[in-house]
């Protein structure tokens, strides 16, 4: 089969950060009145999974160039950087990829971020999402180096359609292995994130609500979405998050809970015999876009304002270039005072077919 090449970023879809429109001091709000609130930084481009929906072999395959080392952002300019968000209104940070974990010496970089404090002196958020592969073995390090809680993806439980997701030939006994040793470790409350893609997985929804019900990990399902241009999307392929719920409430009744915070993507909903709680993450046919507070920074320091972006804002030529914390925290707050970002509000069949930003490039 022809490899595919998709090009994640060019000069030419570089945006020119934007003359300062807010103070440098202080908590930057977008043109939505949308404050700043969650970081998440991609640490890696590569992955030992081939996501149908986020890394197609065909695209992704033996030959495809990732970053040099020397492109990616070192742990010192990512805890530079983190440091800065913190003094600019952030008070969560989530480590993602590609697969985090594949990065050499991560227990590092965890322990430079988990001594970041926030203005007000409260230790920063400090979470990671994972594939699971290399949990089992690296939970303990990761908790003692800091970290406070994990995601784990995990979109089926027979290993038939989760092998045929994850294109690798990797069993779910693996993944189930490290979610254990996360919530053994205290890395908990562990959320389980399963991507549901119509005519492929469906038939796993009872079975992963049943599974994880009284286990104590929170089940998260997320509707297929239309992240980046090699995961062939398109809107017969979404089940609707309304329609996951009414099928888990009709064997295992739920109840709708209140958001934990302002501005978080997942509704929640409790098994009324109170053995657990699930959360759907709907941007396909729920748009949340009014209460999004996240930034990504990239493997290499580009700034994006939506997982759904275009291009984005090179931050690693300001580190570079030797630019000081103050005027990196004036350009955060430009960038983000700018922000008109609400793409799954106004999501047509036009747009979906954008090249976007993929989604191993920022992280979902």
Not at 314 to 321: K, N, Q, S, V
């Amino acid at each position: 089969m022809t490899e595919r090449v998709i090009a994640l970023v060019d000069a030419g879809r570089r945006k020119p950060i934007p003359a300062a429109l807010a103070p440098a001091a202080g908590a930057a709000r977008d043109t939505l009145g949308r404050p700043l609130r969650d970081l998440r930084i991609s640490v890696t481009d590569r992955c030992n999974f081939r996501c149908t929906y986020c890394m197609p072999r065909e695209v992704f395959g033996k030959d495809y160039d990732f970053l040099a080392h020397d492109q990616l952002l070192s742990f010192e300019e990512i805890a530079r950087l983190a440091k800065i968000f913190a003094a600019q209104g952030i008070e969560k940070i989530r480590l993602t990829g590609g697969e985090p974990l594949l990065r050499r010496n991560i227990e590092r970089l965890i322990e430079m971020l988990a001594a970041i404090t926030l203005p007000d002196g409260r230790p920063i958020e400090l979470t990671l999402t994972t594939n699971g592969s290399l949990l089992a073995r690296k939970a303990r390090a990761l908790r003692d180096a800091g970290l406070a809680r994990v995601t784990v993806s995990l979109d089926a439980l027979d290993d038939a359609t989760f092998m045929a997701m994850n294109d690798a030939d990797f069993p779910v006994a693996k993944v189930l292995e490290g979610i254990d040793a996360a919530a053994a470790a205290g890395l908990a409350p562990v959320k389980v994130n399963m991507v549901v893609k119509r005519g492929v997985n469906e038939h796993s929804i009872l079975p992963m609500a049943r599974h994880f019900r009284r286990g104590g990990q929170v089940l998260r399902f997320i509707e297929f979405m239309d992240v980046g241009a090699t995961n062939g999307w398109c809107m017969d392929d979404v089940i609707p998050s309304g329609e996951i719920v009414r099928m888990i409430g009709a064997e295992m009744p739920l109840d709708p809970v209140d958001p934990n915070y302002i501005g978080e993507v997942a509704e929640r909903w409790r098994y009324r015999d109170g053995s657990g709680e699930i959360g759907v993450i709907s941007s396909v046919t729920q748009a949340f876009c009014r209460s999004c507070t996240r930034a990504r920074i990239s493997t290499e320091g580009m700034l994006y304002t939506c997982l759904f972006a275009t291009s984005g804002y090179d931050f690693r030529a300001l580190l570079r270039e030797g630019k000081s914390d103050e005027q990196i925290r004036a350009a955060i707050g430009a960038v983000w005072s700018a922000r008109d970002d609400r793409y799954s509000e106004i999501r047509t069949a036009a747009t979906a077919r954008e090249r976007k930003i993929e989604m191993s490039y920022i992280g979902g």
